[in-house]
């Protein structure tokens, strides 16, 4: 029954900031125990993986990242988001919000459409 859905921009200059939210309905962003990711997929390549904010607010990054991101959350609007700073080209993706179970599950109905991100000048 949850429904996510990414927003922002389709296109953004190198050097700038990424600014993406996930907005999370038919169930709380905080409640025991889902992890609130982000994923992307360059094209021709496969899943790449972002990162999290928990239902606490626990932050993890992909260490190949972590740099450059941020995740935060919105709980009175029920989003979270990420922050992707002095993006390159390489960052031009396809950007997915999903929910994982505590178990580590990812279910078909749990991700967002996704929103296709080009990097460039």
């Known amino acids: 029954q949850v429904q996510l859905q990414e927003s922002g921009p389709d296109l953004v200059k190198p050097s700038q900031t990424l600014s993406l939210t996930c907005t999370v309905s038919?169930?709380?962003?905080?409640?025991?125990?889902?992890?609130w990711n982000w994923i992307r997929q360059p094209p021709g390549k496969g899943l790449e993986w972002i990162g999290y904010?928990?239902?606490?607010?626990?932050?993890h990054y992909n260490p190949s990242l972590k740099s450059r991101i941020s995740i935060s959350r919105d709980t009175s609007n029920n989003q979270f988001s990420l922050h992707l700073n002095s993006v390159i080209p390489e960052d031009t993706a396809v950007y997915y919000c999903?929910?994982?179970?505590?178990?580590?599950?990812?279910?078909?109905?749990?991700w967002g459409q996704g929103t296709k991100v080009t990097v460039s000048s």
């Open positions: 999903a929910r994982e179970e505590n178990g580590g599950t990812f279910r078909n109905g749990d």
């Open positions: 038919g169930g709380s962003i905080t409640a025991n125990y889902y992890y």
């Open positions: 904010i928990n239902y606490s607010g626990s932050t």
